[in-house]
Nanobody, 123 residues
Framework: QVQLIESGGGLVQAGDSLRLSCAAS????????MGWFRQAPGKEREFVAA????????YYADSVKGRFTISRDNAKNTVYLQMNSLIPEDTAVYYC????????????????WGQGTQVTVSS
């Protein structure tokens, strides 16, 4: 069982930066691929970024590529999402997710989810 707790959300202005953190419980954190999803008001949850268990592979949604960076610190059982050049369209609840072995990055592949942290970007 893995528990995920996100933090770092808030209200910022367009062009600002934020770093989200996701702290994971459990001693096998390094075995899990980690990802970030987001859900804007009235929209379905969408994939944002993911990193393989080894950290050797990363994937990004086209909408955030070049602005967001996912990273992980296995010693701290934490995954991060550095968000730069934020735009109002990035406003959403951001969710951390973890998966073990299941293929792909679609929402159904992820085993564990955090409660989410709100990010609001004003224009």
């Amino acid at each position: 069982q893995v528990q995920l707790i996100e933090s770092g959300g808030g209200l910022v202005q367009a062009g600002d930066s934020l770093r989200l953190s996701c702290a994971a419980s459990g001693r096998t954190f390094s075995s899990y691929s980690m990802g970030w999803f987001r859900q804007a008001p009235g929209k379905e949850r969408e994939f944002v970024a993911a990193m393989s268990w080894s950290g050797g592979r990363t994937y990004y949604a086209d909408s955030v590529k070049g602005r967001f960076t996912i990273s992980r610190d296995n010693a701290k059982n934490t995954v991060y999402l550095q968000m730069n050049s934020l735009i109002p369209e990035d406003t959403a609840v951001y969710y951390c997710a973890a998966k073990y072995l299941s293929p792909g990055w679609a929402e159904g592949a992820w085993n564990y989810w955090g409660q989410g942290t709100q990010v609001t970007v004003s224009s």
